[in-house]
């Protein structure tokens, strides 16, 4: 994996942001903990890399003086810059102008290492979830409902992406229950709120998470306190509980 794209645990914590959990009925504090990811790094990227094209078809993202390329359907890209960079562009609202434009021809990744002797390359999988969290830094776009349900719609490949706190209980959690909110799966797991919000944010990039369609739901429900369920329920998301967290922890080790 390039070194310049990798996270140690450590950073992945404080990717997490320190924000402590808040009443996310307030709406107030809710706006505190929010973000407009339309502003950052992360819409361009995803733009880019989910931009309809053809089997040999790349996309050039023009930043500045950075010059990026994404092939999606070898889910490769090349980078102009380092990590210093890279970072910097992820951390601050986008302040520069960007140009994109698809490249309709075979051989587009090599014509750009010529231009760019010192490029750099990932899948753009680890590229998206990488700069959506260092782009949201624990915090939870403004038009995400904390209280509606979610649905994960694929598997993530977490060997592969920047694997933040809880990220395999959250990912067991949100394939196995259909229409868990993010307010319910801090308090179902005992997470804080910030390590959900980061979990959402990677699913989110990745285009990997919906909103259940259906009956709205009570907002006005605390949320402070995991819904009341009959005994039986409770006992089977016991279990979950434990059973994701031995996983979790085996997978930490």
């Known amino acids: 994996m390039n070194a310049m794209l990798d996270i140690d645990s450590r950073s992945l914590h ?48 023009e930043i500045g003086s950075i010059a990026l390329l994404l092939h999606p359907r070898s889910n490769r890209f090349w980078l102009s810059c380092g990590e210093d960079e890279l970072r910097r562009l992820s951390l601050m609202p986008m302040e520069i102008s960007t140009k994109m434009r698809m490249l309709h021809f075979v051989g587009a990744p090599e014509a750009f290492m010529r231009r760019h002797p010192t490029v750099h390359s990932d899948s753009i999988d680890h590229l998206l979830a990488s ?35 809880g990220a395999l209980r959250m990912a067991m959690l949100w394939r196995r229950q259909r229409g868990i909110s993010i307010a319910e799966t801090s308090v179902l797991l005992d997470l804080p709120q910030r390590h959900v919000f980061s979990f959402y944010n990677v699913c989110a990039a990745l285009r990997l998470v919906t909103v259940v369609t259906g009956e709205p739901r009570n907002h006005a429900q605390p949320t402070s306190q995991a819904p009341k369920k009959p005994a039986a329920n409770a006992r089977e998301r016991g279990l979950l509980r434990r059973l994701l967290g031995t996983l979790d922890a085996f997978l930490h080790h």
């Open 131 to 165: 700069v959506a969290l260092r782009c949201a830094r624990g915090r939870l776009p403004f038009d995400v409902d904390p209280q509606a349900e979610l649905h994960l719609t694929a598997w993530p490949n977490l060997t592969r992406l920047p694997l933040t706190p």
């Open 14 to 61: 404080a990717l997490s942001g320190f924000v402590r959990d808040v009443d996310l009925s307030d709406p107030l504090r809710r706006q505190r903990i929010g973000y407009d990811p339309r502003a950052y790094l992360i819409a361009h990227l995803a733009d880019a890399a989910f931009m309809p094209c053809r089997k040999d078809d790349a996309v050039l993202l």
